[in-house]
T-cell receptor
Framework: DTGVSQDPRHKITKRGQNVTFRCDPISEHNRLYWYRQTLGQGPEFLTYFQNEAQLEKSRLLSDRFSAERPKGSFSTLEIQRTEQGDSAMYLC???????????FGPGTRLTVT | GESVGLHLPTLSVQEGDNSIINCAYSNSASDYFIWYKQESGKGPQFIIDIRSNMDKRQGQRVTVLLNKTVKHLSLQIAATQPGDSAVYFCAETKRPGFQKLVFGTGTRLLVSP
């Protein structure tokens, strides 16, 4: 257990529905990343926050995706009008201080039916 | 574009053998390389990292080798144990801690007793 928690761990939704995932970082970590991982592939970067500022977004993050980190602590990732292609594991990673390491949470597995 | 790839999708070894997992990267501007271990249903777990100004780094039972001439990274695991069975990813970044990680597709290590 790295200390990064994600909720829910599993989500099954119907196509067209909206879903929201939450990530709680290690308390002193000011950097927070979202990645998406499909079966058999490595994680792909989605977006990065430093404190509450969203500093980088991937082209993978279409306008149906939005991420927030309102107080620089927990973060949410929302997907609107889900599509079957959104089925994946959504991973949150955090980092802070002088360490380069990104600590990953257990992920939220999304299945869109 | 940026890519980090792996030569072998699956590596099967006997307990006690040494394992070598290889990775090719394409971005010569990357400054920092990391190996992650991912067990089923869990997020990636940091194993060892190396900066581009080094060619070798050792940890506990693990060694990472970096050959910048041929853009090749390898992870050596000594005396492989059944608990080492997992998917291993290499990842790269230009600015450690502050930028996205670019992951490869992974190598599955199977350790039989």
């Amino acid at each position: 257990d790295t200390g990064v928690s994600q909720d829910p761990r599993h989500k099954i939704t119907k196509r067209g529905q909206n879903v929201t995932f939450r990530c709680d970082p290690i308390s002193e970590h000011n950097r927070l990343y979202w990645y998406r991982q499909t079966l058999g592939q490595g994680p792909e970067f989605l977006t990065y926050f430093q404190n509450e500022a969203q500093l980088e977004k991937s082209r993978l993050l279409s306008d149906r995706f939005s991420a927030e980190r309102p107080k620089g602590s927990f973060s949410t990732l929302e997907i609107q009008r889900t599509e079957q292609g959104d089925s994946a594991m959504y991973l949150c990673a955090t980092g802070g201080g002088r360490s380069y390491e990104q600590y990953f949470g257990p992920g939220t597995r999304l299945t869109v039916t | 574009g940026e890519s980090v790839g792996l030569h072998l999708p699956t590596l099967s070894v006997q307990e006690g053998d040494n394992s070598i997992i290889n990775c090719a990267y394409s971005n010569s501007a990357s400054d920092y390389f990391i190996w992650y271990k991912q067990e089923s249903g869990k997020g990636p777990q940091f194993i060892i990292d190396i900066r581009s100004n080094m060619d070798k780094r050792q940890g506990q039972r693990v060694t990472v080798l970096l050959n910048k001439t041929v853009k090749h990274l390898s992870l050596q695991i000594a005396a492989t144990q059944p608990g080492d069975s997992a998917v291993y990813f290499c990842a790269e970044t230009k600015r450690p801690g502050f930028q996205k990680l670019v992951f490869g597709t992974g190598t599955r290590l199977l350790v039989s007793p």
